[in-house]
């Protein structure tokens, strides 16, 4: 399984917009990238998953170089309701949700 | 669409003391895990489940924790007896495939658990 590394925590102010980038030097050809959002007393949600170049929803955007050796998870106008932890998770396309690995994450605090 | 729903939501034992805990995934969602995720850590897979059979359990502490997962449906996660490192948020996800990426992943908002 390909390591990730990410940064413990970053402060936003409202409206700005937050970039969190993670590392996964080691990535294998089948692995994809997959971002997890969790609030404060509530389960991880699903946000964003790549493979390559940028993948765009409404939550989120997600660059992803040529390398695919990191990724970078980028949240437009943050408001306050952004206050979370992200999690960076790196798989196989062939093994199940259950092998994907959660770090310790990354501490967004938006702030007015 | 409902979501994953959990109970309790909050649980204190004694250390010693045997726990339950119920999952109920999205309606039609075969495949479910239980993780578990201790303050200030990433949840941790604790077992998953492909209808009512186990496909991985290997971080699963077998002295003490057991699932069930009756008819490919609800789930229940137990632990006897507690210890105090048990002390954590117990969470149940679900999906409609066990390979991404089809489809997401929908987790519950987990059980609080304090062993005294």
């Known amino acids: 399984l390909a390591k990730t590394t990410q940064p413990i925590s970053m402060d936003s102010y409202e409206g700005q917009e937050v970039n969190i980038t993670c590392s996964h030097n080691?990535?294998?050809?089948?692995?994809?990238i997959t971002w997890y959002q969790q609030f404060p007393s509530q389960g991880p949600r699903f946000i964003i998953q790549g493979y390559k170049t940028k993948v765009t929803n409404e939550v989120a955007s997600l660059f992803i170089p040529a390398d695919r050796k990191s990724s970078t998870l980028s949240l437009p106008r943050v408001s306050l309701s952004d206050t979370a932890v992200y999690y960076c998770?790196?798989?196989?396309?062939?093994?199940?949700?259950?092998?994907?690995?959660f770090g310790a994450g990354t501490q967004v605090v938006v702030t007015p | 669409e409902a979501g994953v729903a959990q109970s309790p939501r909050y649980k204190i034992i004694e250390k010693r003391q045997s726990v339950a805990f119920w999952c109920n995934p999205i309606s039609g969602h075969a495949t479910l895990y239980w993780y578990q995720q201790i303050l200030g850590q990433g949840p941790k897979l604790l077992i998953q489940?492909?209808?009512?059979?186990?496909?991985?359990d290997s971080q699963l502490p077998k002295d003490r924790f057991s699932a069930e997962r009756l008819k490919g449906v609800d789930s229940t996660l137990k632990i006897q007896p507690a210890k105090l490192e048990d002390s954590a948020v117990y969470l149940c996800?679900?999906?409609?495939?066990?390979?991404?990426?089809?489809?997401?992943?929908?987790f519950g908002p987990g059980t609080r658990l304090t062993v005294l």
């Open positions: 489940f492909q209808n009512n059979g186990v496909v991985d």
């Open positions: 080691n990535i294998a050809t089948n692995d994809y």
């Open positions: 996800a679900s999906s409609s495939s066990r390979v991404p990426p089809t489809d997401t992943q929908y």
């Open positions: 998770l790196v798989g196989d396309l062939r093994d199940s949700w259950g092998k994907l690995q």
